[in-house]
Every structure is written in C-alpha cells, then in structure tokens.
C-alpha cells in the first residue's frame, strides 16, 4: 500500500502504536483525535512529554519519581521515618496513599526479580534498600508486591537478605477482595484466604 | 489527595486522558510507558504530535489529509477522475484503499449528518461535492458511508442533492459480512441482505 497518509500523520500513529497495549486501529483513531483537538491541547500534550522525559528523575532516597532531587513523601516530616514500604513502581505507591491510612516512606524498586526475563535482584533497587535500612532507625519493611511469582520471589528475597538486620519485615495480607465474591475467586486466591484466615 | 507525581508527568496523564477511549488508569499506564521508552521514542513522539497539528492540512480537491496541497489520491494521474467515492472520515479511505480494487477520486466528508448533535449538511463538505460534480465529468458517486442512522440521512441527502445532475449516485451494498455467520448477525443486517439479494 502505498503512503496514503501525510509523515507525520504516519509517524504519530507509530509512536501510539508503541505504547502497551495499543494496536494498529488504536494507534490510528487517537493520533486521529490529536489531530482533531484544540491546538492548545495538541501542543500541551507534545510539550508534556518532552518535559516528562527531561524534568523526571527517580528520589535520591526511595527512587519514587519527582521533578525535584527528593520527592513529596521523602520531603514530608510529618510522615514515619520507622516504616518503609517496599513497592514494584510508583504506580502502586500512588494506590496505596489513596488510602490515606498510610504515613510511612516508600521504596520503589522500578520492578521485580524475574529471572525469565533476565531481572535480577541487583538491577533493581535492593541494595540502596539494605543500605536505607542499615543506615537509619527503620523499624518495619513491608513489602507490597502483587501476589504473582515474581512478587513472591522478590519478598522472599528481601525478607532473608533483611533478616540479619533484626528489623520486622511484613507482607501485605493477600485474600479474598471486599466486596468480591468467593464463588467467583480463583483457587489461588482461595488457599490465600484460607491459609491467612483470622481469628474472629 | 496531594500531588504525588511530578507536575509534568500529571499533565502527560491529563492529556492521555482527553483521547478517545482512554480512562484514567489506561492514561497512567501510558504515560508511565512513555516514561520508560528510549529518549529518541519520546522525542519522535512529541514532534510527531507537534507536526501533525501544524503541517496536515486537508486537500483543497477532496478534504483528504495531506501535507501539501493536494493529496496523493488526487496527485495520482492514474486514477479514473469520472468516479467520486464519498466517505465520512480519511479512515474509511485507507480502508477502501486497502482492497487495491478502487481506482477512482474520493470526497472526505469530515463528518455525518447528525441534526441530534447539531451537525446539518452546510457543515460538511456536501457543497464542494456538488461543485466538483458540476465541475467536472464524474460519471459516479459512491456513498460509502456505514449502515447507521447518520450514515443512511447523509446518503439520501446526497443521492437527492445530486439527482438533478444526472451523476449515476450508488451507495455501497450492505448485507452479510464475508466469513460471518449468519446465526450472529443481527436483524437489520440480515434484512438488508435479503432486500439486497442478487440472482444467481
């Protein structure tokens, strides 16, 4: 086929097409509605990822992301010094303080071990981690990566590495969710339930 | 909830979110995607953004996209200029397009009539279709809009507007799609496909 679209048209589609979880009509019909926003829009949108790209870097003490040298939780003296919870990317950091019960720090590990795909514990975060919690006055690590293989490996990993130090380290409770339906739950989630059931 | 990303990055998300079909969480994984891409793939995308909106203009001929005057449909001096196909939206082109069968002009509506969302013929390009039909020695008019409410209003529109001039005007047939089932296809479709039977 031949081009029947204009470069630039063609190279937007592209860079959508990039993007997980986006396909070829995908990519098509949001760079057409690019080209259908308000100039304003369109220009917003390129100038936010230029500036997402250069301003962004990862908090020098829990590599959470932020346009400063330290980021908000960090820079917060309100919060609890004592408690650091361990999460896979800011995305989880941002659903856990949603809950606003939460006023520990953070430690981003920008992922999880997973040897399959050749991550090993030392391209994440993990050493920073043991030096945080050698450093200073940490009580408590919980660790709150999803219940998947490699959120198991890598909490596994990080309970035994942080063990030596005598601090507690914990593990969010992984159970049936409020609101969910037990006839609906997987087997997995089920044996969870079962083996972290309470005492009522 | 306080501001727990960097300014930049929210404005990224914001402007994912403003796209077709992208909710709130769609938004921040692609932002977060954007983030991890390669330096060159974040810039490529935000200069394709910022091209598209400042370079695409629509054919001066059929309303096709292009980057110069004239599309390349129309730039073609192959092409068979006594046939107009009439399409909403420079998607449908490409579509069309992708057969390798039609080998004549096209007339981008930019739109359907739609009365319900305000949208009346003068805002289309139908007076520019009867210019070139006037102008010029078309000998037929395809309307290839989809089979919908709008879609069929914009073709009676047009057959009428045109039927004065002589132009043969032809719609595409509707029916049964290739390799569908008729057991799954839905009522309309399958009265279409019979008011559009054909001898065998």
Excluded: W
């Excluded at 589609?13 to 979880?21: D, H, N, S």
């Excluded at 997402?52 to 346009?67: A, H, P, S, V």
């Excluded at 981003?108 to 050698?134: C, F, N, Q, T």
């Excluded at 990993?157 to 997987?186: F, N, Q």
């Amino acid at each position: 086929m031949k081009n029947l679209l204009p470069a630039p048209l063609e190279t937007l589609i592209e860079q959508f097409e990039k993007l997980p979880g986006i396909g070829k009509k995908s990519a098509q019909r949001l760079a057409f509605a690019v080209l259908r926003q308000p100039e304003e829009d369109a220009r917003k949108f390129a100038g936010a990822i230029v500036e997402t790209r250069e301003n962004i870097r990862r908090c020098k003490i829990c590599f959470n992301l932020t346009d400063g040298e330290i980021c908000p939780v960090c820079a917060d003296e309100s919060r609890d010094r004592g408690t650091i919870c361990v999460v896979e990317d800011p995305r989880y950091l941002i659903a856990i303080e949603r809950t606003n019960e939460y006023t520990g720090l953070y430690h981003v590990l920008h992922g999880l071990i997973s040897p399959l795909d050749g991550v090993g514990p030392e391209s994440l975060y993990i050493k920073e981690l043991l030096e945080r919690v050698k450093g200073g006055d940490v009580r408590e690590v919980i660790v709150a990566t999803n219940a998947n293989v490699e959120g198991e490996a890598t909490s596994l990993y990080i309970g035994k590495l942080l063990a030596p130090l005598g601090v507690r380290v914990s593990r969010l409770a992984y159970g049936l969710p409020v609101g969910g339906d037990l006839e609906y739950a997987d087997e997995v989630t089920i044996l969870r339930a079962f083996s972290g059931r309470n005492l009522i």
